[in-house]
């Protein structure tokens, strides 16, 4: 069994920051790429950033400049640190990540963490 567990959501103002961590735990085997996406009332998720094990990202234009993406191997975490916030970055944001689990350790599989609100006011 393997759990995305996400935290730091919340409110804040155009122009702030926000920090989200993500932290990855059970069966490990071993873990790819991790990443965020998002998902706003009435839209599609879409991608936000990734990173891959030897630390190469790939952001969203809309983010770019603005997000950065980051990751732990050790601990199997990876951080979204948020800065001049947006109103149009309000969205359900999802922890994402490529796991290989010890019981099946041939197969990479697809986990999603349960979401994290941010919410950016104007």
């Given at each position: 069994q393997v759990q995305l567990?996400?935290?730091g959501g919340g409110l804040v103002q155009t122009g702030g920051s926000l920090r989200l961590s993500c932290a990855?735990?059970?069966s490990i085997f071993s873990i790819n790429v991790m990443?965020?996406?998002r998902q706003a009332p009435g839209?599609?998720?879409e991608l936000v950033a990734i990173i891959s094990t030897d630390g190469s990202t790939n952001y969203a234009d809309s983010v770019k400049g603005r997000f950065t993406v980051s990751r732990d191997n050790a601990k199997n975490t990876?951080?979204?640190q948020m800065n001049s916030l947006k109103p149009e970055d309000t969205?359900?944001?999802y922890c994402n990540a490529?796991?290989?689990t010890v019981v099946a350790s041939r197969?990479?599989?697809n986990y999603w963490g349960q979401g994290t609100q941010v919410t950016v006011s104007s």
């Open positions: 567990v996400e935290s990855a735990s059970g990443g965020w996406y839209k599609q998720r990876v951080d979204l969205a359900v944001y490529g796991i290989r197969f990479w599989y």
